[in-house]
């Protein structure tokens, strides 16, 4: 009995010391996040609103700093969200022994210098987000170890070198995001394990190789790779496992051979950028039929071949924006393009091989905003009549299209802003009030036609014109308008 009593006295007494020693290293834990933040707060060189300055003082709780969060269970710091403060100054290592962060958000500050290593240690992290300040150095393999990320922003930074293979490590990631450094290297093959990632943009850094098959990253809707060193041919298979793509971006790399025709397995797509590569072949009929959610398509500056009439055989009603241009594309432009397209509001074709009649009814295209259908092959003929009742049109570029005759009165096209007719034998004189209802006109070409008489004098209604260039023609009188400073070629 002695005995039982004796060990149920030293059991209380060891539960009581555990309490003791637990309740002491809370405590000691509340002031090691605040001596951590105190730590950042030194380190601060500028804080232009003064957010830190009055308001982080051991005079409140921690809890209570503005863009700081405790969370409840542990009065633990569970998230610092600092965003778009304009602070400036460098990342303090003490920010590691914030044991219970969860979310780390410093975006659009001016935060430099390289990010410490100690950050990695907060193994509980989710959300990475230092976009838009001015860090440098290179990613170590180190941030593999936060396996609890699951948003990971390091974009408009100043990184350098390689993307670790410890990226890999990241399974539960939804959202990387890297563009605008200067990383360069491969894209390492451990990204395929990232299997719950929804968008990796990687744009505008200086990698180089071919792309990882993503076939069985089947959650991805967003894809950027675009402004890289990126090369190689994109096997036919390599859309067959994207059915969530929304978005997807290649451009400005060095792809060739053919667009891959399993992109029309690509349902949910939105969003097609394959410019400025070395892609040849004809645009693929799954691009033209199946993809019924694009709106936007950019495959200009490329090698890209056939015949433009099959091109536009569009199921997609919601195609805004189409770029075909500094391609191989041939054969009569369609008349049907409006109405197979009624909310077309960019169209480049311009530097192909288009030829025939240029179609005269872009009146039908109430939406169209720009038009570039310069340096074709277009028969001889009048400018058409139709385009001066796109009321909508910002832009008109027509330069070498073979264009005769005089141009349609541009009266009711109040939001013109840019006009180029240049290189045709476009003629006849420009009525005294050509000008009147222009009043967003800020480019101006006639260059090389042959138009004749005196500059009417109601180019001094537009009053944004910067550059206007008349020249190579058989224009005559003064020029008794320019009140203002003008371009004048």
């Not at 402004?227 to 400005?252: S, T, Y």
């Not at 645009?283 to 090698?303: A, E, M, S, V, Y």
Request: aromatic share 10%; glycine share 6%.
């Amino acid at each position: 009995m002695v005995n039982l009593s004796s060990h149920l006295f030293l059991l209380s007494l060891s539960l009581h010391c555990c309490f003791i020693a637990c309740l002491a290293a809370n405590t000691k834990n509340i002031t090691t996040d605040q001596s951590a933040l105190l730590a950042f707060k030194s380190l601060i060189t500028s804080d232009p609103y003064d957010v830190l300055a009055n308001n982080w003082s051991t005079s409140s709780s921690v809890c209570n700093w503005i863009g700081v969060t405790c969370d409840e269970r542990h009065g633990r710091v569970h998230s610092l969200i600092l965003r778009n403060m304009s602070l400036r100054g460098t990342v303090s290592p003490n920010l590691g022994n914030l044991s219970f962060l969860v979310i780390l958000d410093l975006k659009n500050n001016s935060f430099g210098g390289q990010l410490p290593t100690e950050l990695y240690r907060l193994r509980r992290l989710k959300i990475l987000h230092i976009s838009y300040n001015e860090f440098e150095g290179g990613i170590p393999a180190a941030l593999g170890d936060l396996s609890q990320l699951e948003y990971l922003y390091l974009g408009v930074n100043n990184f350098s070198g390689f993307i670790p293979q410890s990226i890999g490590n990241l399974h539960q990631l939804k959202e990387l995001g890297i563009g605008r450094n200067k990383m360069s290297g491969p894209i390492p093959q451990t990204i395929l394990n990232m299997s719950s990632l929804e968008v990796l943009h990687l744009s505008s850094n200086y990698f180089s190789g071919e792309i990882p098959s993503l076939n069985n990253m089947t959650s991805l809707r967003v894809v950027k790779f675009g402004f890289n060193n990126l090369n190689g041919r994109l096997p036919n298979d390599f859309f067959n496992q994207l059915p969530q793509l929304e978005k997807f971006a290649l451009n400005n790399n060095q792809f060739e051979g053919s667009i891959p025709q399993s992109i029309g397995n690509c349902t949910s797509l939105i969003f097609l950028d394959l410019s400025s590569n070395f892609l040849t072949g004809e645009i693929p009929k799954g691009i033209l039929g199946d993809l019924r959610r694009l709106n936007t398509l950019h495959l200009g500056n490329n090698q890209l071949s056939g015949n433009i009439s099959l091109i536009f055989k569009f199921n997609s009603s919601l195609l805004q924006e189409i770029d075909l241009s500094y391609n191989n594309l041939s054969g009569n432009l369609p008349s049907c393009i409006c109405h197979e397209l009624p909310n077309l509001r960019i169209f480049y074709l311009h530097h192909n091989d288009i030829s025939g009649n240029m179609s005269t009814v872009w009146n039908q295209c109430e939406e169209l905003e720009i038009l570039s259908l310069a340096f074709n092959s277009f028969n001889k003929g009048p400018m058409p009549d139709g385009i001066r009742n796109m009321t909508k049109l910002q832009e008109l570029y027509l330069m070498r299209n073979n264009l005769e005759g005089e141009i349609p009165w541009l009266n009711n096209m109040t939001s013109l802003r840019v006009v180029n007719f240049a290189f045709n034998n476009l003629n006849g004189r420009l009525p005294n009030d050509f000008f009147n209802q222009l009043p967003q006109l800020r480019n101006f070409s006639l260059y090389n036609n042959q138009f004749e008489g005196s500059i009417p004098q109601s180019i001094g209604n537009c009053t944004s014109l910067i550059y206007l260039d008349l020249s190579s023609n058989f224009l005559t009188g003064m020029l008794y308008f320019l009140s203002r400073h003008i371009y004048l070629k």
